[in-house]
């Protein structure tokens, strides 16, 4: 058991570390998408909001200092703490000059109670530069670096338009991985046109690859997306609750036992959600996949 779970969450992860609870801020960097300002292409992924999956996130127009500080007012509501990671979580935040970046990782990490950073980008936006300033960062502060796998299938990476093929995933996790730098792993259950075979396999990839971190997906819809168009035109099925509990309780079951789970739904805004308008009770999502856990009777990385 993991504390009181059948999985490795995040939050048991961070407590086991540094002793307390660990609440993670998520900011805006201000920064842009190669897949979205004609570098790569203009549409972006086909998933992605206007906000570039940062609904949650502070004003860009802030200063990353003030977010922080707006951030952490905001969620001392909800939790006491006194340690804090800073996410840069919007559109792709390696997607700048090695110096725009040392400057705004740094301007983060020297807010007061700031332990590390979490950084969320493309697996085709990581040079070697950014490499060293990760490498620099690793050895200071608490550091874990987010790239986007979605699926192993080819057709499926097509059709959410994520830019880059498998092999830049591969090579850009291996470089990752030789220094030690904590990666996360995004995962998209339910993208049409798969079944749960080839979701199983993108799972049972990333349990091989033995990444420090996974975040399982939702495939959910959101207002003023490409998917959205896609939904209308296509009908294509979303998960049924019952069915995304069953799937989400598989693919923990073949998950390294070691990997830490950051994510196991989806997250959307309840005004610009489409569907599957059940993922709004998220609470109620989780306590049914730890049911189903339980009635099995089993524990993440039982079938890995």
Not at 72 to 90: Q, R
């Amino acid at each position: 058991m993991y504390g009181e779970m059948r999985y490795r969450t995040l939050n048991f992860e961070l407590k086991k570390k540094f002793g307390e609870k660990v609440v993670k801020l998520s900011i805006d960097g201000g920064f842009t998408c190669p897949n979205r300002d004609g570098t790569i292409a203009t549409s972006g992924c086909i998933f992605c909001s206007e906000m570039g999956s940062g609904e949650f996130a502070g004003k860009r127009e802030l200063s990353i200092t003030r977010q922080i500080e707006d951030q952490k007012s905001m969620l001392s509501k909800k939790w006491k703490s006194n340690k804090y990671i800073a996410y840069f979580g919007s559109f792709t935040n390696t997607y700048a000059t090695v110096e725009e970046l040392r400057r705004k990782y740094y301007e983060a990490l020297e807010c007061e109670g700031v332990i590390g950073i979490a950084v969320a980008t493309r697996a085709d936006c990581i040079s070697e530069e950014v490499l060293e300033l990760f490498r620099e960062i690793n050895e200071k502060y608490f550091l874990w670096v987010e790239i986007g796998l979605q699926s192993v299938k080819e057709a499926s990476a097509k059709y959410i338009r994520r830019g880059y093929d498998l092999q830049v995933f591969h090579e850009t996790y291996s470089k990752l991985k030789e220094l030690n730098i904590r990666t996360v792993v995004h995962i998209i259950l339910g993208i049409p046109g798969e079944d749960k075979e080839d979701m199983m396999k993108t799972v049972d990839c990333v349990s091989k690859l033995k990444p420090w971190g996974v975040k399982l997906h939702l495939l959910h819809v959101i207002r003023n997306t490409d998917l959205e168009k896609a939904y209308i035109q296509e009908g294509f099925p979303l998960f049924e609750k019952e069915e995304y509990v069953i799937t989400v309780c598989d693919s923990l079951e073949r998950l390294n036992g070691n990997i830490v789970i950051h994510r196991i739904t989806g997250d959307g805004r309840k005004s610009d959600l489409v569907g599957p308008l059940w993922s709004l009770d998220k609470l109620r999502v989780i306590s049914e996949i730890n049911m189903e856990m339980k009635r099995r009777n089993s524990l993440q990385g039982d079938r890995s």
